[in-house]
């Protein structure tokens, strides 16, 4: 029988909101109280709907995580859209296994870490904001890659890539940081993709085209 953990304590509340949420969310809040006290019911019922939409969008709900030796799962809800390996790569040195995986203004944008480790280095690097679905995302969007050593001695690097409508990464995690498989380190604001590089001998456990869930679902194992 599979066992599972929780990487972070639970929430206390039954619809879990990240907190980079709650501005927008207030300031919503608040335009619709404002045009519902003057009446004017279009705009009022259009910033609620605005309001709810981005409370649905900032929804960080918990999740229990795989404990399966040597299971990377995956940093985020979405489709997955690259699975193979790749001979070179400017954030893995040498042959390596790639994936990356699209989140559309639908899925949960909360960002986990695929693996336990020790934080290296944080890279962020300023570029475009083309469709996150493109594979030349991966190199000319704005980005920032979290590089981590494994107990093992095994390095991975994950990499939150902005997209055609996200300007907002966020990562809440420094290096020589100590990082559980699972655990909450970020999130990118509407729309947007994230990139693995995992050793070469990584068994993959997904293809192109399957849909994964941040924290849940095992897209590999590192050998």
């Not at 929430?11 to 809040?29: D, E, K, N, Q, R």
């Not at 997955?80 to 949960?108: D, H, L, T, W």
Request: charged share 15%; with cysteine; net charge positive.
């Amino acid at each position: 029988m599979d066992k599972f953990t929780r990487p972070d304590p639970s929430s206390l509340f039954a619809f879990p909101v990240a907190a980079a949420g709650y501005p927008l969310i207030a300031a919503f809040a608040f335009a619709t109280g404002i045009f519902a006290l003057l009446r004017l019911i279009i705009p009022a019922l259009t910033c609620l709907a605005v309001t709810f939409f981005t409370a649905y969008f900032f929804r960080d709900p918990d999740r229990v995580v795989s404990t399966a030796p040597n299971a990377v799962v995956s940093p985020a809800d979405g489709k997955i859209v690259f699975a193979q390996r790749v001979e070179s790569s400017p954030f893995y040195e040498g042959p390596c296994q790639k994936i990356s995986i699209f989140m559309s203004v639908f899925n949960v944008h909360v960002n986990r870490i695929p693996y336990e480790g020790i934080v290296e280095n944080i890279a962020y690097h300023p570029g475009k904001y083309l469709n996150a679905s493109l594979d030349k995302a991966s190199e000319d969007n704005e980005r920032n890659a979290v590089f981590v050593q494994t107990a093992n001695g095994s390095k991975y690097c994950v990499i939150q890539i902005a997209g055609l409508i996200a300007r907002r990464i966020i990562c809440k995690i420094q290096a020589g940081e100590n990082v559980r498989r699972g655990m909450r380190f970020g999130m990118i604001c509407f729309g947007s993709r994230l990139d693995i590089y995992l050793p070469p001998q990584t068994t993959l456990n997904i293809g192109l085209g399957d849909k994964v869930s941040a924290g849940t679902s095992i897209v590999g194992y590192i050998a």
